[in-house]
């Protein structure tokens, strides 16, 4: 993280990435103009903005500017005549316009998460290099016509007011990874999973809290022990924020829907008691062994995992993990779940024995009260985003 001091002082010239970060900034460093040759990243995430000056433009050469967590109540139309922007977040601000002329011809990545946006301006479906659009935990009910956005992989308008799915979503010819749960046509599904007397509950109390194991966008997961019985466990704590891929709520309610499945990370009761009210489940502690097959998309891969440069399969291991995961993909459409996040960053695995379990219901939407020809569809492109990942395994296959 830069400070205003580097800036002021000239220690910035010639930056490509600046992080101006949760400093209280309540107006736009205008020294940030002098790096108009050269800047590509901009990052003013957690201040008190509420507007660019109006020749922020001058930034020829900017790539992706973050400003997540201001107070901005408008996505600032200044956005739109930058020529190079391709990736605007704007997450977790109080936006409720988005004005047509804010939308960079460029856009090829859009993140709305977690605002108060009730429409979206027609022109957005005519960036046609748009690529990953992030909208869940805002006010919508209707999408703009998407269908000329060809490109449109990753979708997220989970937590918003759709009454039902929106035609210009299931035309999309490249989607693959969409997130619709916490909607009014979910929303049954979910609550009468939650309040189901059938489901397992576990105390708080009598789980002894142990070191803290990993975290992700929706909540922590540390060590525990079952006091009753010794049992060792895991427990995810939820964050109370809602994500880009949707709500807790959502979450585990997918969760406790799906059941065990030995290829498949899914809770084994909800937590009840926590300080505070909130939400948790236990999960099974997997074995030692275990680690991700690939790290999430980076900025230049947008909806591509990245795997480590060394990974490599032998064709026996990939036919191994590949039947792993379609088997866990299977029992959760049969359940009916759809994933929605289907990546390999969400997949556990064993190098030494090709053992490999899908994780993350963050996503994940109940499918039950939708009509089955919808259904289909999304099954359809669940299988485009399995598609995608046989294909980085396969091409990763040692040829020994």
């Given at each position: 993280m830069h400070t205003l001091e580097d800036l002021e002082s000239g220690a910035l010239a010639g930056a490509h990435h600046v992080r101006l970060?949760?400093?209280?900034?309540?107006?736009?460093?205008?020294?940030?103009?002098?790096?108009?040759?050269?800047?590509?990243?901009?990052?003013?995430?957690?201040?008190?903005?509420?507007?660019?000056?109006?020749?922020?433009?001058?930034?020829?050469?900017?790539?992706?500017?973050?400003?997540?967590?201001?107070?901005?109540?408008?996505?600032?139309?200044?956005?739109?005549?930058?020529?190079?922007?391709?990736?605007?977040?704007?997450?977790?601000?109080?936006?409720?316009?988005?004005?047509?002329?804010?939308?960079?011809?460029?856009l090829r990545w859009l993140i709305l998460t977690d605002n108060q946006i009730?429409?979206?301006?027609?022109?957005?479906?005519?960036?046609?290099?748009?690529?990953?659009?992030?909208?869940?935990?805002n006010r919508l009910h209707r999408l703009p016509d998407l269908r000329t956005c060809p490109n449109l992989e990753l979708l997220r308008i989970a937590s918003n007011q759709f009454t039902e799915i929106p035609a210009t979503l299931l035309d999309l010819p490249s989607l693959a990874w969409p997130a619709i749960a916490g909607n009014p046509i979910t929303l049954k599904s979910e609550l009468s999973t939650l309040a189901a007397p059938a489901q397992t509950t576990l105390s708080y109390q009598n789980l002894d809290m142990g070191p803290l194991l990993g975290q992700g966008a929706s909540g922590h997961i540390y060590r525990a022990t079952e006091h009753s019985t010794g049992r060792p466990l895991a427990i995810k704590v939820f964050k109370a924020a809602a994500t880009s891929d949707g709500t807790p709520q959502s979450e585990l309610?997918?969760?406790?829907?799906?059941?065990?499945?030995?290829?498949?990370?899914?809770?084994?009761?909800?937590?009840?008691?926590?300080?505070?009210?909130?939400?948790?489940?236990?999960?099974?502690?997997?074995?030692?062994?275990?680690?991700?097959?690939?790290?999430?998309?980076?900025?230049?891969?947008?909806?591509?995992?990245?795997?480590?440069?060394?990974?490599?399969?032998?064709?026996?291991?990939?036919?191994?993990?590949?039947?792993?995961?379609?088997?866990?993909?299977?029992?959760?459409?049969?359940?009916?779940?759809?994933?929605?996040?289907?990546?390999?960053?969400?997949?556990?695995?064993?190098?030494?024995?090709?053992e490999a379990i899908l994780s993350d219901l963050g996503a994940a939407v109940l499918t039950h009260d939708l009509p089955a020809a919808q259904v289909q569809q999304l099954q359809t492109m669940e299988w485009r985003a399995f598609a995608h990942l046989q294909t980085e395994v396969l091409a990763r296959c040692s040829q020994t």
């Open positions: 970060t949760h400093l209280g900034l309540t107006t736009f460093p205008r020294q940030l103009l002098d790096l108009a040759d050269t800047l590509e990243i901009l990052d003013l995430s957690g201040n008190q903005l509420t507007s660019l000056p109006d020749d922020f433009a001058r930034l020829q050469k900017l790539r992706i500017v973050f400003a997540s967590g201001n107070p901005f109540t408008t996505l600032p139309p200044v956005l739109g005549q930058c020529p190079q922007l391709e990736m605007v977040g704007f997450k977790a601000c109080q936006i409720t316009e988005v004005p047509a002329d804010s939308l960079p011809p460029r009730t429409s979206l301006p027609n022109n957005l479906g005519q960036r046609p290099r748009l690529q990953k659009l992030m909208l869940s935990c309610a997918a969760g406790l829907a799906a059941g065990q499945h030995p290829h498949l990370l899914t809770p084994l009761a909800r937590v009840e008691g926590l300080p505070g009210g909130q939400l948790a489940m236990v999960l099974p502690l997997l074995p030692e062994g275990f680690i991700n097959l690939a790290g999430p998309p980076s900025f230049e891969s947008c909806t591509r995992d990245v795997y480590a440069p060394q990974t490599r399969f032998s064709p026996s291991t990939a036919q191994r993990l590949l039947h792993c995961v379609r088997s866990a993909v299977e029992h959760l459409h049969v359940q009916g779940i759809l994933h929605g996040d289907l990546y390999a960053h969400n997949v556990l695995w064993n190098p030494a024995t090709g």
